[in-house]
């Protein structure tokens, strides 16, 4: 089943503006990872984080946690054509099986 | 830099027929996961390994699935007396031990059971 749902399901924006996602979950968790999938490829991890900590940098992209929300929200900010994408949250438990959310598809238009 | 590798990368196969995907982990990547991922979905957590052992199964794997990973390498999937229902992108992906909570998944192998 999946854990995590995220908001929106779809979104449509300009090249040079930010996108922002968001993701919601149920059970607690040790981590909480984002992934992104070009259409019909594998998944790139993009950042992790984890249940300590509330946000998180990575080049373009910023990460927040809220555990008292189970919530986490991902930016990427200047957006390029290159970020069109699905993007999945994905939660780590014990035994680091990821549970995946149904993603964000992410189009960028030039 | 050498991936996790998946093989084949498609497979298109009649309805009862049986088929078997292979992984190649990263190298000395200890830990080995199999999903399965539909349409417009996210990926489905099937099975893991540590090593050789197989540590946690999915109820999504029926007894019509079968992991393995002998000598802790490389893995095979197999699905007998495939279903339609089973048409699905399957992904591999590997874990290191010095940081198992991040996942590099291979290309995937995408199934059609017609």
């Known amino acids: 089943s999946q854990q995590g749902e995220e908001d929106p399901q779809a979104l449509s924006i300009q090249e040079g503006e930010n996108a922002t996602m968001n993701c919601s979950y149920k059970t607690s968790i040790n981590n909480l990872q984002w992934y992104r999938q070009n259409s019909g490829r594998g998944l790139v991890h993009l950042i992790l984080?984890?249940?300590?900590?509330r946000e998180k940098h990575s080049g373009r992209l910023r990460v927040t946690l809220d555990t008292s929300k189970k919530s986490s929200s991902l930016l990427i900010t200047a957006s390029r054509a290159a970020d069109t994408a699905s993007y999945f949250c994905?939660?780590?438990?014990?035994?680091?099986?990821?549970?995946f959310g149904g993603g964000t598809r992410v189009l960028v238009k030039p | 830099d050498t991936g996790v590798s998946q093989d084949p990368r498609h497979k298109i196969t009649k309805r009862g027929q049986n088929v078997t995907f292979r992984c190649d982990p990263i190298?000395?990547?200890?830990?080995l996961y199999w999903y399965r991922q539909t349409l417009g979905q996210g990926p489905e957590f099937l099975t893991y390994f540590q090593n050789e052992a197989q540590l946690e199964k999915s109820r999504l794997l029926s007894d019509r699935f079968s992991a393995e990973r002998p000598k802790g390498s490389f893995s095979t999937l197999e699905i007998q007396r495939t279903e339609q229902g089973d048409s699905a992108m399957y992904l591999c992906?590997?874990?290191?031990?010095?940081?198992?909570?991040?996942?590099?998944f291979g290309p995937g192998t995408r199934l059609l059971v017609l």
């Open positions: 984080i984890r249940s300590n900590e």
């Open positions: 994905a939660t780590g438990a014990a035994g680091n099986k990821l549970t």
């Open positions: 190298s000395e990547h200890n830990r």
């Open positions: 992906a590997s874990s290191p031990r010095t940081a198992q909570e991040t996942q590099y």
